[in-house]
């Protein structure tokens, strides 16, 4: 059967999705993707997977992809982070049986992807694009779709969206910000480059940017014809987005915590998702904050999520007729709704700074210049700088290290294949040889094995043993008579 195109594909695998819950590294896991489901959403994006890792890893595959199968989580789309055709095409044929589509992910902004090379910063490479995606439209059985930043200009935007679309992308998703635009830095999403490559192309296009309600949804298919609208930090703070509901924000975290107890994953997740959750009560119960940063079990967790629960419901049981929410919120800290990030300005009067120009440097700094200076580290290189006086931060007084012949990772010193462990093991395994210097001893094991088995054979067998120590011997006095 070939595989579908365009609209085609959008209508019938995609089962025309408006409502779509993005890819977000360590978020989008199969318990988050559960709940939304069940609270409006139509199509989810697996985290961002690194396609170098997927492929040569078989714990990480089956971690984010290979579980239990689960046939309510679709459609589905699994999205890699890639820089090179043929490892991207590799790892997307392993993961294509368990998904709709492979999308590339040409959006992250983060310095993670910029030391990388990958996200947004592939953005002015066409040519390499155009070869991945070429190799992928070919290769693969499913769509290959993409995820992509805009360019300051809207004509440059719109050239690379019909590049990406000639290349054999067949749904493009367009985050109205630029790479700079992140964090604090962040701003307002440009709709009009979004509907500038919705109207200059003829594949399906999501929209993704400034969503933190339906109704922001609605106004956004509205004004830039998307196909539909899909929703990151709204969908973390808020799971019922999607059906236009504000609902109690331990109905939601009791929800979750009841997935996760079916479909497990890391509890740094589970922490992160009840963070965002309960993020406008935490500023409220901060004793609570501190526990639930420290707590060690998913039970923990549970707990913490419960002694939330009874303090807002003690709340709720004191609260005076007519009273408002504080801090300026739309809604009460124990009703979910969005978390709107501080402007860097709104940041420094938080911190009681004046010096606006510092702050809006912060911690972005260290993204141009991590030259060691303790005023551009972060809290966490800061900790380590006490600890180690002469410790430096510069990339280019970091050792050297060898590289595996295989793969490109640092080798053993010592290895006597010149490979990183993992390669030389598998290696050491197919050869039935030795590395000291990793500590594979396949050979000496094997060795053993088979001196251990023909002992126990003369164990068994004394007879056996005894018949041939007497011809052994008939065979000496027979020799040293011919010698004679």
């Given amino acids: 059967m070939p595989k579908l195109r365009g609209e085609a594909f959008w209508r019938e695998t995609l089962r025309s999705a408006h409502y779509v819950v993005a890819p977000m590294v360590d978020q989008s896991e199969l318990a988050w993707r559960l709940l939304s489901r069940r609270h409006g959403a139509q199509l989810c994006y697996t985290p961002m997977l690194h396609a170098q890792v997927f492929l040569r890893d078989a714990n990480y595959r089956r971690e984010n992809l290979y579980g239990e199968a689960c046939p309510e989580d679709r459609p589905l789309i699994v999205q890699f982070c890639a820089n090179d055709p043929e490892v991207f095409v590799q790892a997307a044929l392993l993961a294509q049986d368990y998904c709709d589509a492979i999308d590339l992910n040409l959006g992250c902004p983060q310095m993670i992807a910029k030391r990388g090379h990958y996200g947004a910063f592939l953005q002015e490479e066409w040519d390499l694009l155009q070869r991945m995606i070429l190799l992928a439209n070919e290769k693969l059985s499913v769509p290959i779709t993409c995820k992509i930043r805009v360019f300051p200009e809207i004509a440059k935007t719109v050239k690379y969206a019909q590049m990406l679309e000639k290349a054999g992308c067949q749904l493009l998703t367009v985050h109205g910000r630029t790479k700079e635009q992140k964090g604090p830095l962040a701003g307002v999403a440009s709709w009009e480059h979004i509907q500038a490559v919705r109207k200059a192309v003829s594949i399906p296009v999501f929209a993704n940017g400034n969503i933190q309600c339906l109704r922001d949804v609605e106004e956004c298919i509205r004004k830039t014809g998307v196909h539909g609208v899909m929703s990151a930090e709204g969908n973390l703070h808020n ?49 609570l904050r501190d526990e639930l940063a420290k707590v060690k079990t998913l039970e923990g967790i549970v707990d913490v999520n419960r002694e939330l629960k009874l303090r807002c419901q003690e709340e709720i049981a004191n609260q005076k007729g007519g009273e408002k929410p504080k801090e300026g919120l739309p809604f009460f800290h124990w009703i979910c709704q969005p978390y709107v990030r501080p402007r860097p300005k709104e940041r420094c009067k938080e911190n009681g700074t004046s010096e606006s120009d510092k702050c809006v440097r912060g911690k972005r700094a260290l993204e141009e210049e991590e030259d060691g200076n303790s005023e551009l580290l972060s809290k966490n290189k800061q900790k380590k700088k006490l600890r180690n006086p002469n410790k430096s931060f510069d990339p280019s007084l970091k050792p050297k290290y060898a590289k595996c012949d295989q793969c490109g990772n640092p080798k053993g010193n010592k290895c006597v294949f010149n490979m990183c462990r993992g390669c030389c093991k598998k290696r050491a395994f197919k050869e039935t040889a030795d590395c000291p210097g990793h500590g594979l001893l396949f050979k000496t094991k094997y060795e053993k094995s088979l001196s251990w088995q023909n002992s126990q054979r003369v164990i068994q067998n004394p007879e056996v043993s005894r018949r041939g120590d007497v011809a052994a011997g008939e065979a000496a006095v027979l020799q040293e008579a011919g010698d004679s």
């Fill in 239 to 287: 799971p019922a987005l999607f059906e236009g509901r504000n609902p109690l924000v331990w109905e939601m975290a009791e929800e979750y915590l009841e997935i996760v107890q079916k479909h497990p994953c890391p509890l740094s997740y589970v922490r992160a998702h009840l963070f965002k959750l309960w993020h406008h009560t935490l500023q409220v119960y901060q004793q």
